[in-house]
């Protein structure tokens, strides 16, 4: 399609279109383009599209120019003007002036003028320019409300050389009640409830220039018009605009226009107040032609404005691919050709300003349609962070391919993202609406109520090596969408710092019951831990002579609850250091301690036979049994606590004699872990004489069937990973065992746990 350099209005490009429609008729094979005058959208044609026409636009009303200042634009404001009878409103405003007469109320306020003695009364009359300025400023006032005109300067404008003298505005439900409501006469939207405010000598502060206007024996002229907009804004679009010009004049031209209906007023616009967008259809085939056009937003600087409005300044189109579809610079008619994506812009420049808005189109091959609109993947924002919507989505079309489509998103998100969150302290979601022809595609947009600011009961925690802390609530939480919490419970972090034997400091970390990243921190001190018990299997061990004995070990219990086999530091006397080598047949004593404790023991001097027969018959070994107890004297003396016979004649007789069915000390589970096709047990160490564990699990809670167990063979071990099968719930429950004699002694089964792998 050729270009023409020079730049055309809307009226100009629709009678293009329509010349051009009987050029192109062959080549366009009944896709052409019927364009019908005052037609603002273009009437497609299409394999794949039904016939769509448009209603006729509205009358386009001149303004008192007519081409755009520099810096300006022309604008078009389509809206509804309202009319009376030109006797009922030149009645109503000259009943109000003639009461004033009447009462020969002070004129000016203050001068010691009166109306009626220092001034006769005179009617007010029709004016056909004053009625024609009236109409364009209700349009102005829509757009910018006040006695200031978008397009810069005071309200005063000249028309056909003519100006009017003074203004008054009203926002009102009638014509009529906006000079004088008599049903209300305090109606602050009239003119009329001024005058309590004029008739006030007091009075100082208030507004009273539209009564005053009304009363002034200088006007002998009046024009009224009303008008209702289409604005988003304010709200304009619920009341009418209600405007009076008056003249002092003489001999004017009283014709009564009294204009109704929808129209389209043009008034000239500063370009800063101006943003444009592009309409039009933005799918089109191969060969397939179309007419794009711009919609006008005016918003000016007191939030009031249209966003329906009409471009009358000259506007500029560009393709950003012409391989794939074409446009015509100055009357926007484009024409697909070839399959892709492409850009067009459309431009407008006045005084260095520019206002610019870009579309983007798809151009699909011949017959191929557009069948659905695929939902994008969802969004999660912060609450108060508004979500960044995709500028495209992925259409699907009736040949199964895809294609990427530009969609319009509607606005209202806002509340949403920041205050929708009120209701839900965790998060909430919401869907946002995007539209790309008659098709509709939804948006997830899933909002987090992150944290602001939270006060802990105490950030620090002192407890004993082995004491389980308790730790600290939120005592206040705020959130980022205004929210906020008390006592909130913390979920902190599983460890085991505080069974540290040696203690420590250290920094715990705790998860709040939101859907937040953030987290809280205190500081845990564990004091180290001291010696609760120290207990020896055996007061009484056995040598060779002259072969020094094998000591018996401490076992010694700790505050936190850790239990081991420690070596007893021997108080190194001459006994200890030579008492072996003593004849069979004699004994001697050993002191020594252990944490804390102090223990003695008798070593028995034996031939080497007598010796080995005493420990094959288990009367002694390395570590001993039983569980002797030290003293905390340091004197040696025997702890009543020893089941040892040592003053019988069966030296032989010990612990192990005494309580060799005895069962072990059981233990308990601390913990199950679930891990990939396996689970992690955790247990108390056992605090008496054991050699090992056995662990049971089974599907069935009562491990009367599936049961399968695991022994582990060292005391000293506290945790075991067994293999599971996935996805299945376990119950797991464990004991300990000692051996005497070849025999296996089995403490009781712990309580059972359960745990899903």
């Keep these: 399609m050729g270009k023409r350099s020079e730049k055309l209005t809307d009226k100009e490009r629709r009678n293009h279109m329509k010349e051009k429609q009987g050029k192109d008729q062959n080549r366009l094979k009944l896709r052409g383009i019927l364009l019908l005058s005052l037609v603002w959208l273009s009437v497609l044609f299409s394999g794949k599209n039904p016939e769509k026409v448009m209603a006729a636009e509205p009358s386009v009303l001149e303004t008192n120019v007519t081409e755009a200042a520099e810096g300006n634009f022309m604008i078009g404001v389509p809206g509804i003007f309202y009319s009376t009878e030109e006797n009922e409103m030149l009645d109503r405003m000259n009943e109000v002036r003639k009461e004033a007469y009447n009462e020969k109320l002070e004129y000016p306020k203050g001068s010691g003028k009166h109306l009626g003695v220092d001034y006769p009364y005179v009617s007010l009359k029709w004016s056909n320019k004053c009625e024609r300025i009236a109409r364009i400023r209700a349009a102005e006032v829509s757009l910018l409300a006040g006695h200031v005109r978008p397009c810069g300067g005071i309200a005063q404008l000249s028309l056909e050389g003519f100006s009017q003298n003074g203004e008054v505005i009203a926002w009102d439900d009638t014509v009529l009640n906006g000079i004088w409501n008599k049903e ?87 370009a800063g107040y101006v943003s444009m967008k592009i309409v039009g259809n933005n799918a089109l085939d191969i060969d397939e032609g179309t007419l794009f056009e711009t919609n006008i937003t005016v918003n000016t600087t007191n939030g009031y404005g249209s966003n329906n409005c009409r471009m009358y300044s000259p506007v500029k189109w560009t393709s950003s691919n012409e391989d794939v579809l074409v446009i ?71 040949n199964g391919a895809t294609a990427e489509v530009a969609v319009s998103w509607e606005e209202p998100v806002a509340d949403f993202y920041k205050k929708n969150s009120y209701l839900y302290y965790q998060d909430t979601s ?37 004491q389980k802390p308790v730790y600290p609530k939120a005592k206040q939480v705020c959130l980022t969408n205004g929210m906020a919490y008390k006592d909130s419970t913390i979920n902190w972090t599983d460890h085991e710092e505080y069974k540290k034997r040696e203690g420590g400091t250290f920094e715990i970390e705790g998860v709040f019951p939101f859907n937040t990243t953030k987290k809280a921190k205190l500081t845990l001190i564990v004091n180290p831990a001291t010696v609760t018990s120290a207990v020896i299997g055996r007061t009484t061990i056995v040598t060779a002579t002259g072969k020094e004995p094998e000591y018996p070990k401490a ?203």
């Design 555 to 757: 076992t010694v219990t700790w505050s936190n609850g850790d239990v081991e086999e420690t070596e007893i530091s021997w108080d190194q006397t001459e006994d200890f250091k030579e008492g072996y080598k003593r004849s069979a047949g004699t004994s001697y004593t050993i002191t020594g301690s252990c944490g804390g404790k102090h223990f003695t023991v008798t070593v028995l001097v034996k031939t080497e036979e007598e010796a080995g027969q005493d420990i094959k018959d288990g009367q002694e070994g390395g570590n001993g049994s039983g569980d002797g107890n030290g003293s905390d004297s340091g004197t040696g003396r025997q702890d009543p606590g020893n089941d040892i016979e040592q003053n019988t004649g069966n030296p032989r007789r010990n612990r192990t004699d005494i309580d060799a069915d005895a069962k072990p000390v059981g233990t308990s589970i601390t913990k199950l872990k679930a891990g990939r096709k396996a689970f992690t047990v955790k247990w108390e160490k056992a605090s008496g004489e054991i050699n090992g564990y056995q662990i049971q699990y089974s599907t069935k809670k009562n491990f009367k069937s599936g049961v399968k167990k695991v022994t582990v063979k060292k005391a000293a071990i506290t945790s075991k990973k067994i293999k599971a099968k996935a996805g299945r719930r376990y119950y797991v429950r464990i004991r300990t065992y000692r051996i005497v004699n070849g025999k296996y002694l089995y403490s009781d089964w712990s309580k059972g746990k359960k745990i899903k792998v």
């Design 184 to 270: 209300n006469p305090n109606d602050p939207g009239s003119w009329y409830s001024e005058k309590k405010y004029y008739i006030d000598p007091a009075d100082t502060t208030h507004v009273t220039g539209h009564y005053t206007a009304m009363i002034d024996p200088d006007n002998t002229y009046v024009g009224i018009s009303a008008f209702q907009g289409s604005s988003a804004f304010g709200y304009l679009n619920s009341w009418k605009i209600i405007t009076g010009e008056f003249s002092p004049k003489e001999s004017l031209d009283e014709t009564f226009v009294g204009l109704q209906g929808e129209y389209i007023q043009k008034v000239e616009v500063k």
């Design 430 to 466: 919401f869907d946002v609406m995007g539209t790309f022809q008659e098709f509709t595609v939804a948006q997830k947009v899933n909002v987090i109520a992150q944290i602001e600011r939270f006060d802990l009961e105490t950030d620090t925690v002192t407890v004993e090596s082995g």
């Design 328 to 398: 015509d610079e100055a009357t926007g008619i484009a024409t697909g050709k070839a399959e892709g994506r492409v850009k067009i812009t459309a431009t407008a420049v006045s005084g260095g300003v520019e206002v610019s808005d870009t579309l983007d189109v798809v151009v699909l091959p011949a017959g191929i349609a557009i069948e659905k609109l695929i939902a994008p993947e969802p969004i999660t924002v912060n609450t108060g962070t508004k979500p960044e919507l995709p500028k495209s989505v992925t259409a699907l079309l009736t």
